[in-house]
C-alpha cells in the first residue's frame, strides 16, 4: 500500500487475539499481513476479519496449497470470499494445479513457492534433487509463471536470478529476512531487508524480528525506516 514499506509481517501467533493485536501495531507501516497455516487452521476463515480490521491492510493467505488441480482449485474458490490480494500454492504441484487455482481465484495474485526457505542444497540431495539450490529454483520458477502465477516465493540469494529468469513484472517474495544482528531461526538461506531489496525482492516476509520484539509496532516501524533509507541512498548512487 502507498507510503507504508513492502513488508508482509507473519503472524505466527499463539492466538487470535495476539495476531490482532500485533496486526493493529504493524499496519500503518508494512503494507500486508500473512496469514499462515496454522493460525488458519485453529482460527478458521475468521481470522481474516479479525486481523484486516479496519487498516485496510494486504491479506497474504500463506497457505501453500498442494494437491492435485481439482482440490486446489477448489481450495482456491472456497478461500476467494476472504479477498485475500495474496494466495500461496506450492509450485512442485505442478503446472495444472497452479493453473488451476490461477482461474479458481483471479482476484487474488497466485505466488508460487519454489523451494522453502528451510532447505539446504543438503536437504535437497536426501530428497532426491541433486544440484545447486538455485536452479531447482530457477526451473519451478519458470514453470510456475508459464502457469499463470504472478508472484514467486523465494529466499533472497535466488532473488537476482529468478528476476532475470521471469522479468519484472512478476512480484518476488522474499522470506529468510533477517535484520543484521538478529537470530536466523529455522531460516537456511537468508539476508537482510536492505540486500533483499537491493536484490530486486519486492515484498518481504518478516515475522519474529517485528512480532518477537516488545513493541511489534517500533520494530515494523525501525525496518521500514532503514529500507526508505536505504533506498534514498540507492537513488543518489
Do not use: N
Amino acid at each position: 500500500m502507498p507510503g507504508r514499506a513492502p513488508i508482509a509481517v507473519a503472524l505466527d501467533a499463539p492466538d487470535l487475539e495476539t495476531a490482532a493485536r500485533w496486526a493493529g501495531l504493524v499496519t500503518p507501516h508494512v503494507s500486508a499481513l500473512k496469514i499462515g497455516l496454522e493460525l488458519y487452521l485453529r482460527y478458521g476463515p475468521s481470522v481474516v476479519a479479525s486481523v484486516r480490521g479496519a487498516s485496510g491492510a494486504e491479506i497474504f493467505l500463506d497457505l501453500k496449497l498442494h494437491d492435485i488441480p481439482a482440490t486446489v482449485a477448489g481450495a482456491a474458490r472456497a478461500v476467494a470470499r476472504l479477498r485475500p490480494a495474496l494466495l500461496t500454492v506450492h509450485a512442485a504441484a505442478g503446472a495444472a494445479a497452479i493453473r488451476a487455482a490461477a482461474e479458481a481465484i483471479p482476484a487474488a495474485r497466485i505466488v508460487a513457492v519454489t523451494v522453502l526457505t528451510s532447505l539446504s542444497e543438503a536437504d535437497l540431495a536426501r530428497m532426491g534433487i541433486s544440484g545447486q539450490v538455485g536452479d531447482a529454483v530457477r526451473r519451478l520458477a519458470g514453470l510456475a509463471v508459464e502457469a499463470g502465477a504472478r508472484g514467486l516465493v523465494c529466499s533472497p540469494q535466488e532473488v537476482t536470478a529468478v528476476r532475470a529468469e521471469v522479468g519484472d513484472d512478476i512480484m518476488l517474495v522474499t522470506p529468510g529476512v533477517r535484520p543484521a544482528g538478529t537470530d536466523v531461526h529455522d531460516q537456511a538461506r537468508v539476508a537482510t531487508p536492505e540486500e533483499a531489496l537491493r536484490s530486486g525482492a519486492d515484498l518481504l516476509v518478516i515475522g519474529r524480528p517485528i512480532t518477537g520484539a516488545a513493541d511489534p509496532g517500533a520494530a515494523a516501524a525501525a525496518i521500514a525506516a532503514s529500507l526508505r533509507r536505504a533506498e534514498a541512498v540507492a537513488a543518489r548512487s
